[in-house]
């Protein structure tokens, strides 16, 4: 059998599950693992070790030569978990072999629940070299497999136990077992044999596009996270990263890096940039663990602050631009949280910190607040409340504290930016020296996906005003139909850096879904780096892809088809502007419940299906932008601050078009009615809305069922039936809820429920008008691919939810039609789950990004979890609106010509086939 048909036939299937982290080892407490872990995936199939599986080993080599001891260890450091370890020999001589000990009592009575079992094997103390060893595995008294490891640089060598091939009837004597037992070198080229067969391996990868990844394990001598010392096997990895599109790394050993930086042998290719460090948050952390805390801990106004920050930014700036490589992204916080979560208190610290307490009165007056809105009649008396005080006061704390956490980096982005200045100017001047040799420098802190999920404490419009020099995010979220999220967060990123000049970065997580489409939204949206987190190696990184063969294939795919076409995206633009913004208020995020957050993300999404391209801008850009350019606005969200809503009343007055729903617009910052808005939105008053299911915001994992009973508040009555006509034709029943409007003379409804109350309006105001859903549509429209349809009687369950097919058109009617009515799309294929993007590049050529976000459920498997596949497509037609007079489009994927012809206002072509994703050049 060939290796990549044991890849295929699951060898390497799915991903790495984490050491067990219960229970202690005999002889003492595992040592502290201290390296940051996600959470592992969810174990699939294990396996148990039969008492009679036994191993031996013996050292034939190693300097300094002399008498031997034989350490085993596994787990934790970087892998999660404990660190598991103890002794396979002692004084023996080079040659001799250890006692034979059963593989079992390696794991210390723990049940190991990984596919993959890493064991390191180490030599005597740090100053070994040229280690070799020699291991022999036996089952039942017979010798199964014997085979040899080697540390040239240090007296450290791994084994790799398949732990998937035990149980199910199959032994250690099966002949599965026994050829996927090896060590590290031969596990690395398996992988690198089995990728090098891939139809994705030939073929160009990107180069201006920096892709980083990490290149771990390696280590001389012995210690904390070193698997093994071969730089053999860092060059066969290395050969891997490569195929996967890597030009860069995020850490990797100290030699790649130095011939990466002198572009030599094997490793040049990996110095596209890299990621490196800078300073985190210039504040001493509290540990509760410490007897002497600093009382300034997580205090942004602390005495020590300004010289923290300074020698911070002294400290980054000389580590940075001293990397020999065209550009460095660097790290401040991992993840970024509040500043305020370094103190003793937390985020409560600045309701008692007088410091934080006069920053807060005066960063409140520039706001143009008042004593009032904190409930009381002077500034004396004022100071940041997070909760149980006026509600305006809340909207003020919450937006302090993440101010006052953007202000500890905005003199390290500011220092960065002089820094590129310099350089540019450099270059200008022609020098070949100084500052032209220096790297391009972004610091950025990560940010996880929030945005997505349930909201951050800190903002992703307002904290870019501030702080960093870079956007980026991480894709995290494990939920198969809201993939397409990331192109909601990566078109956030796109505005922000049109408004502010800072590029774009993802962290794509390729064993959470979808990596290709996730690679093209993020490029089609301008991205300038992609960090494939993460590849590891398995056996030195926990939450890694390396031993997942479909998240390598496809990465490998994203890598070749964004080679292929690299010069039809990189420093393109989008090349019609949108003509309609959504708004996701930061005070609805605070004040608002549940549904009406959920409710705003379906909206994009619907709004995506029906191909309507958006800018999303936040609260203070509604309220200082001109938004004449918007056609219609989408605020999704109840709360809406009071300067915001007079900008809207003006944009509608002058002709705009507004849209809200799920109690839109009913309240301000202060959680008081929203009266600016009442004549806008053509109703003589607003009832608080009616919840009928309790409605939790996205955690990163499965999406929400609505089929559980638990989560049910009130039956759903009969009479709410929706019905609408025109434009938004369609009936259904709601599951969430409703607000039963109360429409002003003049205002026209468009949809009513089954008991005759107003489910949606319409009303001019002005030169514009503003429709009011009064319902949450954007849930609505989701509800028909969250669970799938329960069984007739005895008949075996349907298939589904197929994203490709259970959509409802007339649902998404309700919330697409108003954009429809005023932006054609620019990108319209034939299936609403496939996205297309239309970019011109600075050659004047024209080219559509397609993304295919149509998955479906195939089944359940083992503990539940979901089995999914991607909807391939055929005979999709795109029709392309703004490119000119198109000729020819020509399909990377495909590799083929397509024809096309004229359609009304634009052109049409058809794509026989498409799997994730595709770049189609435009002449």
């Given amino acids: 059998m060939t290796t990549r048909a044991i890849w295929r036939l699951g060898l390497w299937a799915n991903v790495l599950l984490g050491v067990v982290l219960a229970a202690l080892p005999a002889g003492g407490a595992p040592a502290a693992d201290t390296a940051q872990v996600d959470k592992p995936d969810e174990l699939v199939r294990s396996g148990n070790i039969p008492p009679d599986l036994t191993l031996r080993a013996r050292v034939l080599e190693v300097a300094p030569a002399g008498r031997v001891q034989i350490d085993w260890r596994w787990g934790g450091e ?14 023996l001589a080079l040659g001799e072999w250890s006692p034979s000990a059963p593989l079992a009592a390696l794991t210390r009575g723990r049940t190991l629940k990984q596919r993959w079992w890493y064991v390191t094997f180490t030599v005597n103390d740090n100053a070994s070299r040229r280690l070799r060893m020699e291991f022999e595995f036996s089952y039942r008294g017979k010798v199964i497999k014997t085979f040899q490891g ?4 240090g007296g450290t060598v791994g084994v790799v136990v398949p732990m998937h091939r035990l149980g199910a009837g199959q032994g250690p004597d099966h002949a599965d077992f026994v050829a996927e037992l090896t060590g590290l070198r031969e596990y690395a080229q398996r992988r690198l044999d089995w990728m090098e067969s891939l139809p994705w391996a030939k073929g160009p990868r990107p180069k201006e596009l920096l892709i980083v990844s990490n290149l771990g394990g390696y280590g001389e001598g012995v210690g904390y996270g070193k698997r093994h010392g071969d730089r053999a096997i860092v060059e066969i990895e290395a050969r891997v990263l490569r195929g996967l599109g890597v030009n860069g790394l995020r850490s ?4 790649v890096r130095e011939l990466a930086h002198k572009g030599a042998s094997w490793a040049a290719e990996l110095n596209r940039g890299e990621i490196s460090h800078a300073s985190g948050y210039p504040v001493p952390a509290y540990r509760k663990d410490r007897r002497n805390n600093d009382p300034e801990c997580g205090c942004p106004f602390g005495g020590k602050v300004a010289r923290a920050k300074a020698e911070a930014i002294r400290s980054a700036l000389a580590e940075n631009l001293s990397i020999a490589t065209p550009e460095v992204w660097a790290l401040t916080v991992d993840e970024i949280g509040s500043v305020f979560d370094k103190s003793a208190e937390g985020k409560k610290h600045m309701e008692t910190c007088p ?5 807060f009165r005066s960063w409140a007056q520039r706001r143009g607040a008042t004593p009032a809105d904190f409930g009381q009649g002077d500034w004396a008396a004022v100071k940041p409340m997070l909760a149980g005080g006026p509600k305006a006061a809340t909207y003020y704390a919450r937006t ?12 390290l982005a500011a220092a960065f930016d002089t820094a590129n200045a310099a350089k540019r100017e450099s270059l200008k001047r022609g020098e070949k020296g100084g500052p032209a040799t220096q790297p391009w420098v972004y610091s950025y802190a990560l940010r996880g996906n929030t945005f997505l999920m349930g909201g951050h404490s800190l903002d992703f419009f307002d904290f870019y005003r501030q702080a960093d020099n870079a956007f980026v995010y991480e894709t995290s979220n494990r939920g198969w139909q809201i993939w397409q999220w990331d192109s909601y967060l990566c078109d956030v990123g796109r505005v922000v850096t049109r408004e502010t000049g800072k590029p774009l970065g993802v962290y794509v997580k390729p064993h959470r879904g979808a990596p290709v489409q996730r690679a093209l939204s993020a490029v089609a949206r301008g991205a300038r780096m992609l960090y494939w987190y993460t590849y590891g190696p398995d056996y030195h990184k926990g939450d890694s892809f390396s031993e997942n063969p479909q998240a390598l294939e496809l990465t490998a795919k994203a890598a070749w088809l964004l080679g292929k076409s690299e010069d039809l995206w990189w420093n393109a633009a989008w090349a019609q502007a949108p003509r309609v913004a959504i708004v996701k208020p930061r005070c609805s995020e605070f004040l608002g419940n549940d549904a009406q957050w959920e409710n705003a993300k379906w909206v994009y999404t619907a709004l995506a299906h029906a191909h309507v391209s958006v800018d999303p801008i936040d609260e203070v850009m509604l309220a200082t932008a001109d938004l ?8 999704n969200g109840s709360h809406l601050p009071r300067k915001a809503a007079a900008a809207v009343e003006r944009y509608v007055r002058e002709g705009g078009v507004l849209w809200t729903s799920g109690w839109g617009c009913a309240r301000d910052e202060a959680d008081e009615p929203l009266t600016a808005l009442q004549g806008v939105l053509g109703l003589e008053g607003r009832g608080e809305p009616e919840l009928w299911y309790a409605v939790k915001r996205y955690g990163a994992t499965a999406v929400q069922s609505f089929a559980d009973a638990k989560s049910v508040l009130a039956p759903v009555p009969a009479g709410a039936k929706i019905t609408g006509h025109g434009p938004c034709a369609g009936s259904f029943m709601p599951a969430v809820g409703r607000e039963a409007l109360k429409p002003a003379a003049g205002a026209e409804a468009l949809a009513k429920f089954a008991d005759g109350q107003v489910a949606m309006t319409v009303n001019r105001y002005g030169k514009g008008r503003a429709y009011t859903v009064g319902f949450y549509p954007g849930l609505e429209y989701s509800a028909t691919i969250r669970d799938a349809a329960p069984a007739a009687g005895d008949a075996p369950p349907p298939a589904g939810p197929d994203m490709s097919r259970d959509f409802d058109a007339a649902r998404r009617g309700f919330i697409a039609a108003p954009a429809l009515a005023v932006a054609a799309p620019t990108v319209e294929p034939s299936v609403p789950a496939v996205e297309g993007v239309l970019l011109k590049n600075p050659a004047g050529k024209h080219a559509v990004v397609l993304m295919n976000w149509a998955y479906r459920h195939t089944g359940a498997a083992d503990k539940g979890k979901a089995e999914i596949a991607l909807v391939e497509l055929k005979d999709v037609k795109i029709l392309v609106r703004g490119a000119g007079g198109v000729r020819r489009a020509t399909s990377a994927r495909l590799d083929r010509e397509l024809p096309v012809r004229r359609e009304g206002d634009g052109a049409t072509f058809t794509l026989p086939r498409l799997e994730e994703g595709d770049v189609v050049a435009l002449e």
């Avoid at 302090?400 to 003199?411: P, Y």
């Fill in 78 to 91: 970087g892998l999660g978990g404990s660190v598991y370890r103890g002794v396979l020999g002692r004084g």
């Fill in 150 to 153: 080697a540390g040239p640089d």
């Fill in 252 to 255: 990797g050993p100290a030699f």
């Fill in 355 to 359: 410091r934080c307490v006069e920053a």
């Fill in 400 to 411: 302090f504290n993440n101010d006052a956490s953007a202000g500890m980096f905005r003199e």
């Fill in 628 to 635: 004449s350019r918007y056609r219609a606005i989408y605020v």
